[in-house]
């Protein structure tokens, strides 16, 4: 089949919901169920409509429960799959977006983020489900989510997504917001071979004998990744949401259990260094760091720019990388800075990780707003002067 | 008769069956050893419940069609939910996936449509399907998804213990109904066939021939299959639900049977039934009195697959143009000007294309001015009619703040969009308005240059007052000139539907003749108090 069927290469002024399914299209993924739901319901018309176009399939299901499992089987079907929500929508993908982890099924989950809780603002940025991107699931599991600052960004972080669940065999978040989801701007879509795509270790129907195939490693073994073997090739799999061996039969003993969660963890765990992306400027001499992610790391820079104008040695620490969160650097920070600055559209949700890291060894003060709008410049820039313990320059 | 695992020891090992040693051959393999996952027997449900019976006479049907129709068993793959018949997925040596609670269906869809040459089969509980999958069984149901659901109906939740559930009879009694049902249940063929299934049959564990005949049969059929099979819950339902059992040691062991052999005597053969009077019939005491088995409903209609792939072609076609107009787009050189922060708002209502207009500024600057371009909108909350604002911010530099704080022009074309957006302009800002739309007050602002325009009249004269907005994008560009005019022909004509890009070029090259003869006499609106 013609790799290039159905690809727009090239130039284009994109929405930015659209351009997450532009990437997810150019990583391959050729399947998507969705809900509409504002503001993202622009990604599933966009798949509904570029989908068929490059020989995929969309579907349109009944709610966001029934949208999360299809896309795990999908994916067990052997088609890189994807979903995207918001907050409503998000919290019931919830209990699924666990089974996906239980099972190591390779899918993409975007969230746009809104004004919450509950039925909150719909049309209006927020940026009030980190933390529950990270714990919203029952039981102790790790989790991949990524933020980008601008449609660009949310194009090539959605690629990003995909080749991280399928190196890893795990379902990645992308955790952009109504601002970044909903204005347009220059997007370059690179041809295929411009690009690296990666694909899930699989085992194909000759590839091993099926009474030595073993479906989930040994987390002693050197690639904690077990190679997955989808549905046909004829390794009569068995997946289960219980706690399971390594033949994927459920096993409902403490040890069975210790041995399975110790796997799915450290398969997150031991590979922070290849998952982790930040963006760094002005670090080295800083005083003040702003740790901000998103539409507000965006906005933190004319703050940054003007506060370095002005003689505050302040730097800033993007998360590019939301979760697992860049623990190492903030410890590494807080030794020698004054203080950090967290700028987020919620009431204080990444800050409770910039805190526990930076240990009490510097200050940590938060620029916060419900959400609706984006952050006030200034708001930002009062607050970096205050952690550098600088007073505002007289009017 | 085709090579299967029945005749063929050699073959067993390809599927990782551990046959037993030599001297054991003579008790050691049964017929269906090859599609069972032996080495997790015995399994977890109780003495006298209906799900090994349920379970071999699907192993059964699957061997004939293995056996008969040439089926390759490596593409069955088997779904389910929780519960004790969710438990059958583990005991099946096919791929089989044991997933959530009432979410065995959308994965079956996900994993059907994503290869369709895989057989699935959805095999779960009455209250997995119905309860809460119920939502999702009625949907596959209406899509005619190329499934096979095989619902195994024992009148309660089992694993839990026996509470009450959605196919529970009316006054039986449950762990949590324990004075008697309150609810009524529902009647599963008529529900599939109301939601659209294709095939809809009914049998108990009893009736264990016809019933494997009929799962080959559903196998078969094309779109959304539905069997409900009756089974006993000998630990739960039929603990509280079958008379005369009493204390009697012996009989409370076999109540599963004795629960069974009520339905035999209750029950009938039916084929002709319409699914409508298939309800399970009980008496005062929710004990039952009837039910109606049979191949109620086999109606082939077009299946989901086949839906999808009827409307394909119009994909290809769409992206034939897109493509098109993107390879034909003339290559523009970066702009060697520096543009500052260029803040610019659009304002009107709904239906006047603000947000078109301001999409085409963005992209005019983005694409062929090649500048750095954020476009964003925004909406008041009626559907039609109500408020409409959008703006765009240009500039050389990459844009660090995507929204407009203090904007440097505007084109606003009514009267509240006047009213909202003038106050927040820069010093010195130019202001363009439909001025047979706005009319500008007395007390309006002396600092900002004003250029009106009856736009829409204009339009209107050109053919199509629709285009108004493009009549004020020329009069925009003109009058501010931060975009190119080239830049802003090149990103109109891609951004209007191919038949009215010569009207809307026209429209827009009035609005900037119009630009430039107001620039040129320096007629920006005069003072307020002449």
Redesign the interface.
């Known amino acids: 089949m013609n790799e290039h069927r ?1 690809l ?6 994109l929405l930015g919901d659209h351009a997450a399914a532009e990437g997810a299209i150019l990583a391959g993924c050729r ?1 998507f ?1 969705g809900y509409p739901i504002t503001p993202a319901t622009e990604i599933a018309e966009q798949m509904s ?2 989908l ?2 490059v020989g995929g ?1 969309y ?1 349109q ?3 966001e ?3 999360m ?11 890189k ?1 994807m979903t995207a929500t918001s907050g409503p929508g998000f919290s019931l993908m919830m ?2 977006f666990g ?1 996906g982890i239980m ?1 190591e099924t390779p899918c993409v989950l975007v969230n746009v983020q809104r004004g919450g809780p509950s039925t909150g603002l719909p ?1 209006l940025v927020g940026q009030q489900d980190m933390m529950q991107a990270r714990w919203g699931s029952h039981g102790d599991y790790e989790v991949i989510a990524l933020c980008p600052s601008s449609p660009q960004e949310l194009f090539d972080l959605t690629i990003r997504a995909f080749n991280l669940s399928e190196k890893y065999r795990t379902p990645v978040l992308v955790l952009t917001d109504a ?1 970044v989801g ?5 997007v370059v879509i690179p041809s295929p071979e411009q690009i690296d795509i990666i694909h899930r270790p699989a085992v194909r ?1 000759g590839d091993v ?3 030595h ?1 073993r479906i989930y490693r040994d987390m002693g073994s050197k690639d904690a990744v077990s190679p997955m073997a ?13 706690t399971h061996d390594e033949r994927g ?2 096993v409902m003993t403490a040890a069975a259990q210790e041995w399975n969660l110790e796997r799915l963890v450290n398969k997150i765990r031991n590979h922070r260094d290849d998952i982790i992306q930040v963006e760094e400027a002005h670090l080295d001499d800083a005083q003040v760091v702003v740790v901000s992610y998103g ?1 507000s790391a ?2 933190s ?2 703050p940054i ?1 003007t506060a370095r104008k002005e003689g505050i040695r302040v730097g800033l620490l993007r998360l590019i990388t939301v979760w697992p969160f860049p623990e190492e650097r903030i410890r590494e920070l807080s030794r020698r800075i004054r203080a950090f600055v967290v700028p987020e559209i919620n009431m204080g949700q990444m800050i409770r990780e910039v805190e526990r890291c930076a240990g009490g060894r510097a200050r940590v003060m938060g620029v916060n707003r419900p959400g609706g709008e ?1 952050l006030e ?1 200034e708001k930002v820039l009062d607050c970096i002067r205050a952690a550098a313990g600088v007073n505002p320059p007289k009017p | 008769m085709a090579q299967t695992h029945l005749n063929n020891r050699e073959r067993l ?6 046959p037993p040693a030599e001297s054991d051959w003579l008790t050691g393999l049964h017929p269906m050893d090859p599609l069972l ?1 032996g080495e ?1 027997l015995p399994h977890i449900w109780c003495q006298g419940c209906g799900l090994g019976t349920a379970l071999t006479t699907f192993i059964n049907a699957l061997q004939w069609l293995e056996q008969h129709r040439g089926w390759d068993l ?2 069955v ?1 088997v ?1 389910s939910g929780i519960g004790c018949t969710g438990r059958v ?2 005991y099946l ?8 609670h ?2 065995a ?11 369709p ?2 057989k699935v089969v959805v095999f779960s509980g009455d209250g997995d399907l119905t309860g809460i999958g119920g ?2 069984f009625i ?1 596959a149901a209406r899509r005619n998804l190329d499934i096979t659901v095989i619902c195994v109906n024992n009148f309660n939740y089992g694993m839990t213990g026996g509470q009450v559930g959605p196919t529970t009879p009316h006054h039986a009694r449950a762990v949590t109904s324990q004075y008697g049902n309150f609810e009524y249940p529902f009647n599963l063929p008529y529900l599939a066939a109301a939601g659209g299934a294709s095939f809809v049959a009914r049998w108990t564990v009893l009736h264990a021939r016809r019933l494997s005949w009929t799962l080959r049969e559903a196998m078969e059929y094309p779109g959304f299959s539905f069997v409900e099979i009756i089974a006993p819950c000998s630990t739960a339902y039929a603990r509280w639900n079958t008379e005369g059992t009493g204390t009697d040691p012996q009989k409370l062991r076999r109540r599963g049977l004795e629960l069974m052999k009520h339905y035999q005597k209750v029950g009938r053969i039916g084929h002709e039934v319409h699914p409508k009077d298939a309800t399970v019939k009980v008496d005062e005491k929710g004990l039952i009195c009837e039910i109606v088995e049979g191949k109620f409903l086999s109606q082939p209609r077009p299946d989901l697959q086949a839906a ?1 792939d009827d ?2 072609g ?3 076609k ?2 034939g143009s ?2 098109k107009a ?2 034909e ?1 003339p290559r523009v050189e970066r702009r060697t000007d520096r543009v500052p922060r260029t803040e610019v708002q659009l304002g009107g209502f709904g239906g006047q294309g603000i947000m078109s207009a301001g ?1 085409i500024i ?2 005019a600057a ?2 062929y001015d090649k500048l ?6 925004s ?1 008041g909350p009626e559907a039609r009619g109500g408020a409409a604002g959008s703006q765009v911010v240009i500039a050389s530099d990459p844009i ?4 407009v704080i203090e904007p440097t022009s505007a084109i606003i074309m009514s009267q509240a969009a006047f009213d909202k957006y003038v106050p927040r302009l820069a010093p010195g800002a130019t202001l363009l308005i439909d001025d047979a739309l706005v009319n500008l007050p007395d007390d309006r602002r002396s600092d900002i240059a004003i250029y009106g325009i009856p736009a829409t009249e204009i339009a209107g004269g050109l053919g199509n007052s629709r285009s108004a907005n493009t009549v004020m994008l020329g009069l925009w560009t003109a009058a501010v000139g931060v975009v190119s005019r080239d830049a802003m022909r090149r990103s109109l004509a891609e951004s209007v539907p191919p038949k009215t890009v010569d009207l809307n070029l026209k429209a827009f090259d009035t609005g900037y003749e119009k630009g430039k003869e107001l620039l040129d006499s320096n007629r920006s609106r005069p003072e307020a108090s002449s």
């Open positions: 159905g727009l290469t090239g130039e284009h002024f399947f169920a409509t570029r068929p176009q399939v579907i299901m009944e709610d429960l029934a949208s499992n299809a896309i795990l089987g999908a994916s067990w079907g052997g088609v799959s209990e699924n089974l099972l049309t601002e909903h204005m347009t701007e220059k129907k004998s099926p009474d195939f989808i549905a046909g090739e004829g390794y009569r799999i068995h997946v289960t949401g219980l039969y459920p539409i965006r906005t820079l004319w720019e984006i410049p | 090992k390809d599927i990782g069956y551990q996952r997790r490596d593409k793959s779904v997925a583990g040596r096919l791929d089989s996936f044991h997933t959530t009432g979410r269906i959308p994965f079956a869809t996900g994993l059907k449509l994503a290869n040459k895989l939502n999702h949907h999808i409307l394909a119009g994909a290809e769409r992206w897109a493509k993107l390879d787009r999409r963005g992209q983005a694409l750095e371009a954020c476009f964003t909108q909406y660090h703040h995507p929204v």
